[in-house]
Structure formats: C-alpha cells, structure tokens
C-alpha cells in the first residue's frame, strides 16, 4: 500500500510541475519541442517510481482465500442436495415442497458431511410419509414440517 501512496505522490506531483512549465510554454518553432519535453517528463514520471516495486508487498492472503473458496462450495452443494430432493419429490407426486440443506466439506478427509436437510411440505402430505420417501430414495434422513411452523 506504502508503494501505492509514493507512486500516486509521484505522479501528482509531476503533473503539476508539468502543468506549471505548460503555461510558460514559448510561442513558435520552440513550443513543440517544449511539450514534447514535458510529456517525456510526464511519462518517465510513471515509470521511474516502478524501480523501486516489490512483487512480495502484493501477497495475497491464501489462507482467507481457501476458507472462502470452502464456503462457497458450501453453498453449492447445499443448492445441489435441496434441487436434488425436489426433483425427487416431485418424481413421487409430492408438489410444492421447499427444501433447506446445510453441509460441510472436510477437504482433509475429502468428505462431504449434511449437517441438516429440513423439507417444508404443504398441509396436505403426511410429515412421516415425505421423510421415509426421502430416506429409502435417496438415503438422506431429513426433518420434514409443513409449511409456515
């Protein structure tokens, strides 16, 4: 950040002394050779500061970086598993049914644990019935409530 702040200070700095030395440019055969020795001022005035830049200052946090990278997978399993019962409930005839997963990958086993699957169902099937279904179909022990509780 420290760089950042020195080559913005760099820069600012020399266009204004640039922007000072342009209204005293001369009139005639000397202003073009004037303003193209003040863009050369301006450009070497971007690029001087970069001698002095350290890729290492630009880390990135890695660490951070994995455990977001988890959490998102996270999530897209947890999408994965709750579609993944509604196309089988709608299969077996179980309309309007809303699902809500909660999973946790353990990347050092190479697990995917379900922490939680609760299945909302309208008032009209039985909690028992949606639960068992569940459970022989795909092996997933779910906690089933009507929609609203």
């Known amino acids: 950040m420290e760089f950042i702040k020195q080559w913005s200070l760099c820069v600012c700095t020399a266009l204004i002394i640039s922007a000072v030395f342009s ?8 202003k073009r050779l004037w303003k193209i020795m003040i863009s050369f001022f301006v450009f070497i005035s971007f690029i001087y500061p970069l001698k002095d830049f350290d890729a290492s200052a630009f880390k990135l946090d890695t660490q951070n ?3 977001l990278i988890e959490e998102s997978a996270d999530k897209i399993y947890e999408n994965r598993i709750s579609s993944q019962i509604k196309e089988f ?3 077996k005839d179980v309309q309007g049914a809303n699902v809500s997963s909660k999973v946790k990958i353990n990347t050092e086993k190479g697990e995917l644990e379900i922490k939680e699957v609760i299945i909302y169902i309208p008032d009209e099937y039985e909690e028992e019935y949606v639960s068992k279904l569940v459970f022989d179909g795909l092996g997933i022990n779910s906690r089933v409530v009507y929609l609203g509780e």
Do not use: A, I
Not at 23 to 30: A, I, N
């Open 23 to 30: 209204m005293f440019t001369p009139q005639g055969e000397m």
């Open 65 to 67: 970086n994995s455990f």
């Open 89 to 91: 409930l709608k299969s």
